[in-house]
């Protein structure tokens, strides 16, 4: 893999030559924007950049969650640095050993739900999680293509949530799937993307990762599904869980409606059957 491989985003290129970084190629099943990269010294890192120079701070408070769990020993790469360019925001980390995780075993979910346990510290800053993540719900709720049915039960469970007691203080991933660890067979090595992690509630990431078992039963086995769910139930409370549930269909859905408007109601729909039982 070299620096004139086509399928490195340009904005990437740009960074890392702007860095003085040597590109060694982009990752078989890897995020969007992140390639591996070399220093003038040898050491292999990881850099990311999206063209959104704005991200800067968002990414910043990412990289500071990601150090204080890293500083306890918790498998997240450390964050080199984080910065901007006129086009794009970026970030240089460390490169984790292991494969991205394709299949949900029981292990494996075990794992990530007692890493995501560990997410159950102080971050050093605070967020009003309950009143942002209505508002946002509220806001994709009104302007996002939906089914009237759907939207009935999505409201609701936003209601539901309305007054129930939410941390601010903890550190939320805020995209915690399987497809975002590594394993070595048996062992997850790392847990990566901390680019949008934050303050507020923890359990957000457990419930994130009862989302995916449940809209993508094909990439989960039954059991880790069982287990994740068993972790969400036995962790928060019915509306918690229902708005968390709601929150993350409806920012999935807007996601999906800025690519295929067509497309953005079905995928709702779908989604909405898929978590029926965290969601009524």
């Known amino acids: 893999m070299a620096d004139g491989r086509d399928d490195v985003d340009p904005h990437v290129r740009q960074v890392a030559a702007d860095l003085g970084l040597s590109i060694v ?10 390639v591996a990269v070399a220093t003038p010294g040898g050491e292999e890192l990881v850099l990311k950049a999206l063209p959104d120079p704005a991200l800067e701070p968002v990414w910043a408070a990412g990289a500071e969650m990601a150090a204080r769990l ?21 970030s240089l980390q460390e490169r984790l050993a292991g494969e991205v995780l394709r299949r949900l075993t029981a292990t494996h979910a075990s794992q990530l739900i007692a890493l995501a346990q560990r997410h159950d510290i102080d971050s050093g800053r605070s967020r009003p ?6 508002a946002a719900a509220r806001g994709w709720l009104d302007t996002t293509p ?30 915690f799937h399987h497809g975002n660890a590594l394993v070595d067979g048996d062992e997850i090595t790392g847990v990566f993307d901390w680019e949008i992690a934050g303050p507020g509630d923890w359990r957000f990431d457990l419930v994130m990762l009862a989302f995916g078992c449940h809209v993508r039963p094909d990439a ?5 599904a069982a287990l994740v769910t068993e972790a969400v139930r036995s962790t928060c409370p019915d509306d918690v869980a229902a708005l968390m549930a709601a929150c993350q269909v409806l920012r999935q859905t807007s996601i ?25």
């Open 220 to 224: 989960c086995e039954p059991s880790a």
């Open 25 to 34: 190629g982009p990752f078989a099943h890897g995020t969007f924007g992140a």
């Open 146 to 175: 939906i089914e009237p049915t759907d939207a009935r039960v999505l409201a609701a469970a936003i209601e539901r949530g309305a007054r129930s007691e939410l941390l601010r203080t903890t550190i939320v991933h805020g995209d």
């Open 129 to 134: 999680w309950r009143e942002d993540a209505i």
């Open 256 to 280: 999906i409606a800025t690519r295929s408007p067509d497309s953005a109601a079905r995928a709702c729909g779908r989604m909405v059957a898929a978590l029926d039982d965290l969601l009524t």
């Open 70 to 90: 890293h500083e306890q020993g918790y498998p997240n790469p450390r964050i080199v640095a984080v910065g901007s360019t006129g086009a794009a925001v970026w």
